[in-house]
């Protein structure tokens, strides 16, 4: 890697995901990026995963159904608690590599502003444009950032609805680079699906997306909920392609903030706080 795009503290001391497990054919190796560099990883036949750079062996973790490495040295990676639940569907619904930085498609999946625009007929509607009142805040560890009381109406929220509603949304940023989303479960009013996006940083301006899903649902296949998010992901591609600056700006100023985007502030500014200069553009004095 060269000199200005060394990933800085923060963003290189997590765990990142490189693929889904179910990718990952037995004896196989493979290749991905991470950070600009080139590694190596592949999955034994009794399941145990490695992973290498031209030069050293990686730390690997597999967990939500991905497998996970880091550059340098990681701690624990963040609880997806509901991942564990019996019932539960848990789908690594596919990967999408994107032309932005992976801090601009987590801001994209924080938005709920864009749904009747983008997601028209399915996680929104005209003239339903509102984003009503919401909180968002940091962890008192300073950790996670987590937004609540998200309400919006989407004609198709899930695989299993059969009418539009009122969906409530928490957000949890738990990552520089991952957000899990919970949602309003049309199957059990007292539970929430989960959609997690999990970012691979494959250099400055680029990354994959990998999906994970942990829902409720004992009607459709693996592939159709699949299919279903990654139409979703298919519309964003293009718009957040489309966006300039590629690296996310950190200085509030940059871009006219409204009150749709308190969570997105609240991501830059705990970026800010971290010391997070890859894939984003540093907020000036």
Not at 10 to 22: E, H, I, K, T
Request: net charge negative; proline share 8%.
């Amino acid at each position: 890697m060269s000199p200005q795009t060394q990933p800085d503290p923060f963003m290189r001391d997590q765990w990142y995901p490189v693929s889904a497990l179910q990718d990952i054919a037995a004896g196989t190796p493979r290749v991905t990026k991470l950070f600009g560099q080139r590694v190596s990883y592949r999955r034994e036949a009794d399941g145990a995963c490695s992973a290498s750079t031209e030069d050293r062996a990686l730390p690997v973790l597999q967990r939500y159904g991905c497998l996970w490495t880091s550059l340098g040295t990681p701690g624990e990676l963040f609880e997806i608690p509901e991942y564990t639940e019996a019932d539960r569907r848990n789908v690594a619904a596919g990967t999408v590599a994107v032309q932005v930085s992976a801090q601009r498609g987590i801001e994209n999946f924080l938005d709920m502003g864009h749904f009747p625009y983008v997601h028209t007929g399915i996680l929104g509607a005209l003239p339903h444009t509102e984003v009503k009142e919401y909180n968002v805040e940091e962890t008192p560890d300073g950790r996670e950032i987590i937004a609540t009381e998200c309400l919006f109406y989407q004609p198709m929220a899930s695989t299993v609805s059969t009418s539009g509603a009122d969906v409530e949304y928490i957000y949890r940023v738990p990552h520089p680079t991952c957000s899990v989303l919970y949602k309003s479960s049309p199957l059990d009013e007292k539970r929430l699906d989960v959609i997690a996006l999990f970012g691979q940083p494959t250099g400055e301006e680029s990354f994959r997306g990998h999906m994970v899903l942990s829902i409720l649902d004992d009607v459709n296949t693996d592939d159709f909920i699949s299919y279903f998010q990654l139409h979703i992901f298919g519309q964003d591609k293009p718009i957040l392609e489309n966006q300039m600056p590629k690296r996310l700006p950190l200085d509030p100023r940059a871009e006219t903030p409204i009150r749709a985007d308190k969570t997105s502030i609240m991501y830059r500014r705990w970026l800010t706080r971290h010391g997070a200069t890859y894939g984003v553009i540093p907020a000036q004095g």
